[in-house]
């Protein structure tokens, strides 16, 4: 078994930040490309941030100036640093990763349950 754990979500006020962490846990050999998602009501789910297992990232275009993306390989985290936030950064936010497991030894996407990132006017 696999699991992505996200925490760090909640309400926030316009302007203010918040850091969000994933953890992965269970049967992993290694963790290669990790991100963020986000889905807001009425809309699809679209990437927010990605980075490789060496650490070259990849952002949405309108979100790369105040988010960033960062991982810890020794802890099968990664993080997602918002700054600056707007009501319209308000959704519920999900961390992917392809995992290798230990057995079978192939590569999976995973995705965790959601957290919520409120943010007020």
């Known amino acids: 078994q696999v699991q992505l754990v996200e925490s760090g979500g909640g309400l926030v006020q316009s302007g203010g930040s918040v850091r969000l962490s994933c953890v992965g846990s269970?049967?992993?050999?290694?963790?290669?490309?990790m991100a963020w998602y986000r889905q807001a009501p009425g809309k699809q789910r679209e990437l927010v941030a990605s980075i490789g297992s060496g650490g070259s990232t990849n952002y949405a275009d309108s979100l790369k100036d105040r988010f960033t993306i960062s991982r810890d390989n020794a802890k099968n985290t990664v993080y997602l640093q918002m700054n600056s936030l707007k009501p319209e950064d308000t959704a519920v936010y999900y961390c992917?990763?392809?995992?290798?497991?230990?057995?079978?030894?192939?590569?999976?996407?995973?995705w965790g349950q959601g957290t919520q990132v409120t943010v007020s006017s």
């Open positions: 992917n990763a392809k995992i290798v497991r230990i057995f079978p030894r192939y590569e999976s996407t995973y």
């Open positions: 269970g049967n992993i050999f290694s963790i290669n490309d």
